[in-house]
């Protein structure tokens, strides 16, 4: 990318809405759309991956504690809490690695302009916000069942303007679970899936990377990952107390806006 500032808008954008219920997908489209996402597609596909990797190390570093003590469970090879997590965990990606290898084209083609259906998309994310947000806490675990269920919400968001973690968070507080553990499960399922596909998408040979990006990519980089750094941290405090009603209004009108402005002109 060749404008700094569209990188530090785009990894702010990204960094925020991975982890706040607003669609980062959703929001990076709008975005290409308001500033002209005139570059090649492989160039496109680069920038988007280096920003998916920034959120996925920001959520790394957020719960490396949950991690490492995750990691040494498992490491007992006992059917302990940890390995369990872990196994709910590998259940939750299946729905979404399915689409991902047998239905990559056509989902790609939802995107790259698709504004109308990302403004429906986001009203769909601000009702399961409202929803969420009116459920009672609880103690209770994510289950084996639940995993799967919260994996097929996971697999929908791949649509744009679906927040995942929107959609992973209330579907998993709908089904009854505590919300900070909701938050965690959501966050941390989805770290697995974002490695595979930048792994999938390097072995692929589908990138093209020119030395005068560079610049453009580490801002874009950068910003995301302390933007994504703050957004998970708030993001847990806001689903505790029952918070997520305003983000519920904002995609709404978000959404609204983004039906009516391209039907206006």
């Not at 991902?100 to 056509?106: A, I, K, P």
């Not at 919400?153 to 791949?158: D, F, K, L, N, W």
């Not at 708030?234 to 904002?250: C, D, E, G, N, P």
Request: charged fraction near 15%; glycine fraction near 8%.
């Amino acid at each position: 990318m060749n404008n700094l500032i569209d990188s530090i808008i785009l990894g702010l954008i990204q960094g925020l809405t991975e982890f706040l219920p607003v669609s980062s997908s959703g929001h990076l489209e709008l975005a290409k759309a308001i500033l002209g996402d005139t570059r090649v597609p492989e160039e496109s596909l680069l920038f988007t991956v280096v920003l998916h990797f920034a959120t996925a190390l920001s959520t790394i570093v957020v719960f490396r504690k949950d991690i490492l003590s995750l990691i040494k469970g498992a490491l007992t090879f006992k059917w302990n809490s940890d390995l369990q997590f872990i196994a709910k965990i590998a259940l939750s990606m299946i729905p979404a690695v399915i689409i991902g290898l047998f239905f990559e084209s056509e989902l790609e083609k939802l995107f790259g302009g698709q504004i109308i259906l990302v403004g429906f998309m986001l009203i769909v994310t601000g009702l399961l916000l409202y929803l969420a947000d009116k459920a009672k806490n609880t103690g209770k675990n994510v289950s084996f069942g639940n995993a799967i269920i919260i994996g097929l919400s996971q697999a929908i968001a791949m649509l744009p303007g679906i927040s995942r973690s929107g959609a992973t968070i209330s579907t998993s507080v709908l089904l009854g679970n505590d919300k900070t553990k909701a938050a965690r499960f959501s966050f941390l399922m989805v770290v697995p899936l974002i490695l595979g596909k930048i792994a999938k998408d390097i072995m692929g040979g589908e990138l093209s990377f020119h030395s005068d990006n560079i610049t453009g990519l580490t801002i874009g980089f950068i910003t995301a990952f302390i933007a994504g750094l703050f957004a998970c941290t708030w993001m847990i405090t806001l689903v505790k107390k029952s918070k997520l009603s305003y983000f519920a209004i904002y995609c709404f009108i978000v959404g609204v806006l983004a039906i009516t402005i391209p039907l206006i002109f």
